[in-house]
């Protein structure tokens, strides 16, 4: 009983929305603040990386909607114009993303062992 | 005849031989006839025999470069040393099958080769279902997923292995882990043979728990393979994301070890039947939800979005076993209930069925954050995400409890145990345990250092205890010195003492896991040549960065001298890959971290990101203190070598019921 308590205790803020751009910005500010993660593909000269600041960012676009995505950290390797990303963090108020998280979705050629 | 006709061929004739196997060793089992029997065993040797030809065509493909076969081109190419040729062979979803189901028909050849270890009532039952799970893997790799499938136009050179792949870890990691799947599966045929035919637990006890162990030893050591290589390899410091695919390694595990337990009581104190029947059928269904989540049932950011054409079938086989095995519970329910007595709780079967119940709790717990997202999605379409947070929540502590846990058990008694035989050694190893606690405190360990140090210390001296006693017995009985003693103890009972030395490993597995998770550092700078940055008590400079191009990648490889205190310890040279095949696939480029490991802590340093430009040399560094992540590896050498001593011991027929305490 006690497990149960605590698995519904903590699904409850282990749990974020998974959306696309477009479904993010039709739901609009109902979700500022919210942790989401958001699919899209990153937008042709939109990356803006400062090496030393080590600032990123870049606008992701789908379903013809664009969101600025703002990331602190290391750029990941991978990040090109055109690719596929998942991004996790807040939405904030001024609609840009904060992204803590970046994840590179790999094309379907790709088949690694797991 | 071409390496595609021939191993196609195998397959099919091994395809034959199992659905052969299948019928006569069905009808054997229902007339108990010895000629269908031998026929049978006959039948499943051929299959093993027909299987390891095509396997062997598949590799034979592999090293000879055969690019007419889609699964040579598509994993190896004209660059890549012979040994990953072998490991591209389970990059490929239908190759990983093939092997997959290749071990199942070895191990079931063994047992038809060892026939004179199972009555001739309950063989063909077991090749039966043995037989009829080979068929389901030859059905897939054959008219699922075909193997030896020809390019349609001739190939001249292969896209060649993802170089994340090209590792040692990989290349042992998963054949390690399909040892485990197809030991899992004998063990699971021969429960649901003894269900059948009504065999004493004792018997089929003893027949499964070799297996077990072997399965058991097998999964966790392929899991943590598997961490090894994420921790080394991929690049982003951790070893463990509670990702699906993990999560699915890591679930049979619990199962499995429940099940170790479960029988244990069973062979000592002949209880907990009915738990461990439904164990064995658990851990094999569990075994199956693995191929399913890799192979693309479940979405796992970590490990690409790769579908293939295998997961409907296999859940459908999940469901169909599971619907027949616990079918056939229910069929036998009353010769379940026969026999099962009640018992103390303060007792070790009590505590033996405690930890029970927080295995399978954990399994639900993991169960939950891997499929509730795709559960949710199913029914109301709304898409979630389901972060680590809630596994370190609620999975983290029932791990600690189970830690703690394991300094109980080996205090009390099967049967019943009075609190006074058990007090000293408990108040003994508590109040060391809290010494130790103390001097981490003063000494300047953080919360969760010390709570680490109560958590897995008790355990540890209780087990140190015992194991002293048990020497100081023999030390004053027999005159043996202490050393030997201790030795001499393990010797005669390697169930009890092996599984002690798989406890100290768990304890420092979990020592590891809880000390690198609260304090591992992090530091990310972009610097120039000559520029240093600080993470913990390390400075690491920027000397210099090299350019360097060969067949498959260019390089760039940075020298980075790393000082603590002021005191320069040593070089270490960080790379990042520009691989011609890989990286405009995949968009990336590869890192291979530079590693310094002490006893202490691992440095780790990332060449994360370079413009690949021989005039700009600035570099973006990240690096980590890990501390303590070389326990887990040590632990995993705990867990090996305890468990190989305890599958060293064999049960003889008349050893049966003797307590072992």
Redesign the interface.
């Known amino acids: 009983m006690a ?1 149960g308590l ?2 519904y205790a ?2 409850g ?7 696309t751009v477009s479904e993010l910005l039709d739901k609009g500010s109902e979700l500022y603040g919210e ?1 989401v ?1 958001v699919a899209g593909k990153v937008a042709n000269n939109s990356i803006e990386w400062d ?2 600041t ?1 600032e990123l960012g870049f606008v992701i676009t789908e379903g013809g909607e664009d969101l600025l995505v703002v990331y602190e ?3 990941p ?4 114009e055109d ?1 596929n990303v ?1 991004v ?1 963090g807040e939405y904030r108020s001024d609609n840009t993303f904060q992204a803590s998280t970046i ?12 | 005849m071409g390496t595609a006709e021939i191993g196609q061929g195998a397959i099919i004739l091994a395809f034959l031989a199992a659905i052969v196997s299948v019928v006569v060793a069905g009808i054997g089992a229902y007339t108990s006839s010895r000629r269908l029997i031998s026929i049978t065993r006959i039948s499943v040797i051929s299959i093993a025999a027909f299987y390891s030809l095509a396997l062997a065509t598949a590799v034979f493909a592999f090293l000879t470069r055969d690019y007419s076969l889609r699964i040579v081109s ?2 190896v190419d004209s660059n890549l040393p012979a040994s990953y040729a072998l ?1 591209a062979l ?4 239908a190759g ?1 099958m093939l092997l997959w189901g290749w071990l199942i028909s070895l191990f079931s050849a063994l047992i038809a080769f060892r026939k004179h270890e199972y009555d001739n009532s309950i063989l063909p039952h077991m090749l039966c279902i043995l037989a009829a799970i080979q068929v389901f893997f030859l059905a897939m790799v054959t008219f699922v997923g075909n193997v030896f499938e020809q390019n349609p136009t001739p190939v001249t050179e292969g ?1 060649g292995l ?1 170089p ?2 090209q590792n040692i870890a ?1 290349l042992v ?2 054949p390690v882990l399909y040892i485990s799947f197809a030991a899992v599966s004998v063990v699971f045929a021969m429960i649901i043979a003894s269900l059948i035919t009504r065999t004493p637990d004792d018997q089929w006890v003893r027949w499964v728990r070799r297996w077990t162990l072997f399965g058991w030893c097998t999964l966790g050591i392929g899991n943590l393979i ?1 961490m090894w290589w994420s921790y080394n390899e991929l690049g982003w410091g951790g070893y463990w994301a509670w990702d699906p ?1 993990e999560n699915a390694g890591l679930m049979p595990w619990f199962l499995i070890t429940a099940f170790i337990h479960s029988i244990s009581v069973q062979r000592q104190r002949n209880r907990l039947r009915r738990w461990s029947l439904v164990l064995a059928i658990f851990t094999f269904e569990f075994t199956l939800l693995i191929p399913f989540i ?1 192979h693309g049932g479940i979405e796992s ?1 970590l ?5 293939s054409y295998f997961p409907p079938y296999i859940l459908a086989a999940i469901l169909i076993t599971l619907a027949g095995s616990l079918g056939l519970l229910y069929i036998r329910r009353k010769d379940l209930q026969r026999d099962e007595r009640s018992f103390s709780l303060v007792s070790r079967e009590g505590a033996f069925l405690a930890t029970n119940i927080i295995l399978v ?1 954990l399994t639900v ?1 993991v169960l ?1 954050g891997t499929v ?2 795709r559960i949710v999605e199913l029914f109301s379409g ?9 596994y370190d ?2 999975a983290g ?2 791990m600690l409890v189970l830690v703690f846990f394991m300094g109980v058990c080996p205090l009390l008694g099967w049967a019943k145990t009075s609190w006074k035989s058990a007090k000293s050694s408990f108040l003994f190893s508590l109040l060391a345990a809290l010494l130790v606690a103390v001097v981490v405190l003063i000494v300047g360990g953080g919360k969760w250092y010390v709570i680490s140090a109560i958590v897995c210390c008790f355990p540890f001296f209780v087990i140190l205890l015992e194991w002293f006693r048990g020497a100081r017995a023999r030390h004053q009985g027999r005159k043996e010195n202490y050393f030997r003693a201790s030795l001499a103890l393990l010797d005669s009972n390697r169930p009890k003492y092996g599984g002690f030395l798989v406890h100290i490993g768990i304890i420092l597995i979990a020592l590891g896991i809880v000390v690198s998770s609260f304090y591992s550092v992090e530091k ?3 610097l120039d040549i000559g520029q240093s940055m600080k993470v913990g008590d390390y400075d690491l400079t920027y000397d210099e960065l090299l350019l360097k191009q060969d067949n498959v990648k260019i390089s760039t490889i940075a020298t980075i001298s790393m000082s603590k205190q002021g005191r320069l310890i040593g070089e270490v040279y960080p790379e ?1 890959n520009y691989w011609f095949y890989y990286s405009p ?5 590869f ?1 291979e971290v530079a590693v310094r490991t002490t006893p202490a802590e691992d440095v780790f340093v990332y060449l ?2 370079t413009s690949f430009d021989q005039q700009d040399k ?1 570099a ?1 560094i ?1 690096a980590m203190v890990n501390p303590l992540v070389v326990w887990i590896w040590a632990g995993g050498g705990f867990l090996l070598l305890g468990g190989a001593i305890a599958f060293s011991h064999q049960d003889k027929r008349e050893s049966q019921h003797k307590d072992r305490r």
């Open positions: 497990v605590l698995v903590s699904l803020s282990a749990v974020s929305y998974y959306l942790r993660r090496a030393d080590l950290g290391a750029r390797s991978g990040l090109k690719s998942l996790e994840i590179l979705k790999c094309p379907s050629k790709y088949e690694p062992e797991e | 598509a994993h490991s389970y990059a490929d979803k990983s896209i993802n994340w792949l990989m990691h998963p598997g695919v890799t950011p490990h690409g979005f790769i579908h709790l717990v939950i509730l997202p709304t898409r979630i995400a389901i972060d680590r947070s809630f929540r609620v502590p029932i990310v700078s972009t990042n696939i995949l968009n990336e480029t890192r994360w990101w600035s973006t990240i």
